[in-house]
């Protein structure tokens, strides 16, 4: 099977239907949603721990993100009787579901992240000159 022909299919695909893609990507495409579905897809968290493994993440930042995140289905918020009381996330079958796709994005990130970096470096030195 081609890979060019494939996503050369889903590239039409997704053009032809992008008044149902771009709402989804919408949701799951900005700045703090991989890393925090990345979090809590291995165990259940809590917001602190969360919030310390996102280094950099503000406290509101993250509060309205797991609010999006629960609203749109792919995290569930639990309430533990605990003293105080704490709260846990854990991802849903939907949000397991962005497991395989996240974790090809987040390698490729690694794999290709230097060459990004090089090319916008390459870039700036040719437009200041």
């Not at 893609?21 to 949701?27: E, G, Q, S, T, W």
């Not at 704490?86 to 060459?115: K, M, N």
């Amino acid at each position: 099977m081609n890979n060019d022909t494939d996503l050369e299919t889903l590239s039409h695909s997704a053009l032809e239907n992008m008044a149902m893609v771009r709402p989804v990507l919408d949701k799951i495409a900005d700045k703090w949603t991989i890393l925090i579905l990345t979090v809590i897809c291995p165990k259940p968290s809590r917001f602190n721990e969360i919030k310390r493994r996102l280094n950099g993440i503000t406290h509101k930042a993250l509060a309205d993100a797991l609010k999006r995140l629960e609203r749109n289905g792919l995290v569930t918020r639990t309430v533990l009787p605990t003293s105080p009381i704490g709260v846990e996330y854990a991802i849903t079958p939907l949000g397991h579901s962005l497991r395989q796709p996240f974790e090809a994005l987040c390698a490729w990130a690694l794999t290709h992240g230097s060459d990004i970096h090089d090319a916008a470096a390459q870039y700036d030195r040719g437009r200041a000159g």
